[in-house]
């Protein structure tokens, strides 16, 4: 993987990738690498969705250009660097994986009846659900175009992976059976909805570049934990945040009617104030009713215990890293368990 000369542009890359995933280590050539690396992806993300279709390529090419954080792509590369071997490989990894979690994503605002989605007006609202069910389809198909490209036991994890994907999804369409722990099912769903992809991510990137095998599962199993982390801190602060640092209205969750986390350990507490009981037994749409929920949200026990759970998994995510070598890699691997945890308080 090479990596792009210094550069203003390329410096204010590396500051930007700093920023968002919380990689708090110095080793430049390590962020210099992993930026030249992720603009590689970009170009390849925008060659592959092109389309003679001109509805195909606006619609596959409207997300792609919202940008995200492309946590994704971002820890295959990361992974790759506990390999002997970086080339084209990775980069096709890289940019598979993140293909898939954007094929998710127009799928879920159909679902979720989303009207934006990363500042921009989502697919399903812009053109209409047909469009973005059969665009997420499509970019479905070029994910596993690229995945065939490299061997047939990328395309069985990735097939996998899908199912993963499928099964989490309808776990939570659902919702869990009589006799289910609520909290036990919501750990299961993003395990399997967010936790899935980042594991598979993270086993590309070490078999793309030929690493140990012992070393593969730990960052599939890290990438297994850190995705599942990565919802529980999303859950925190949709509660706990202020909108000026969230930077969209607070209690998303809320609005939507979503259980998550702390509002189901919230409902497993006896002890919980009746009013945050009956406001969380449907969405709420008037403004102070959220701001009253959310009042009641942090001051009961289910945010703490949120926090909990999360410190729980950012020290069992650092677990699986003890078998990794040493290496500015394995630091930044660390890193992202340690900002998980810091950005809730």
């Keep these: 993987m ?22 708090q280590i110095q080793d430049e050539p390590l962020l210099r690498a992993i930026a030249g690396g992720l603009a590689e992806v970009e ?14 390529h606006d619609a596959a090419l409207h997300l792609v250009e ?26 096709i990894a890289a940019a598979a994986v993140e293909l898939v979690h954007l094929a998710t994503l127009y799928h879920d605002d159909v679902m979720d009846e989303a009207t934006m989605r990363r500042g921009a007006e989502s697919v399903n609202s812009r053109w209409d659900n047909t469009v973005a069910i059969l665009t997420g389809d499509y970019l479905f198909a070029h994910a596993s175009r690229l995945v065939a490209d490299l061997g047939t036991d990328a395309a069985r994890i990735i097939a996998e992976t899908f199912g993963e994907l499928v099964s989490g999804q309808m776990r939570e369409t659902v919702g869990p059976g009589p006799g289910d722990d ?5 750990l299961t769903v993003i395990a399997q909805k967010t936790g899935s992809l980042i594991a598979t991510s993270g086993r590309f990137g070490g078999m793309m570049s ?12 890290f ?20 909108s000026v640092e969230l930077g969209k209205a607070q209690g998303t969750d809320l609005r939507e009617g979503v259980r998550t986390l702390p509002m189901l350990y919230a409902l497993a507490d006896p002890g919980t104030d009746p009013r945050l009981v ?22 009961c026990s289910g945010l703490e215990r949120a926090r909990e759970t999360l410190s729980d998994y950012a020290s069992r995510a650092r677990a699986e890293l003890a078998s990794l070598p040493a290496s500015p890699a394995r630091d930044a691997c660390e890193s992202v368990a340690d900002y998980l945890v810091a950005r809730t308080f």
């Design 2 to 23: 090479s990596s792009p000369p210094p550069g203003p542009a390329r410096d204010g890359a590396v500051e930007d990738l700093r920023a968002t995933v919380g990689l």
């Design 43 to 56: 170009t390849m993300l925008r060659d592959v969705v092109k389309s003679d279709v001109p509805a195909v």
């Design 66 to 91: 919202a940008g995200g954080k492309r946590f994704r792509p971002l820890f295959t590369l990361l992974s790759a660097q506990f390999g002997p071997k970086q080339g084209e490989q990775v980069l």
């Design 182 to 186: 609520p909290v036990e099912h919501y």
């Design 210 to 221: 030929d690493a140990a095998e012992e070393h593969i599962q730990a960052l599939r199993r």
């Design 223 to 242: 990438g297994d934990i850190i995705g599942a982390a990565f919802q529980i801190s999303d859950d925190i602060i949709d509660i706990a945040s202020p």
């Design 278 to 299: 009956e406001l969380l037994a449907g969405p709420i749409t008037d403004d102070d009713l959220v701001a009253e929920a959310l009042d009641l949200l942090r001051r």
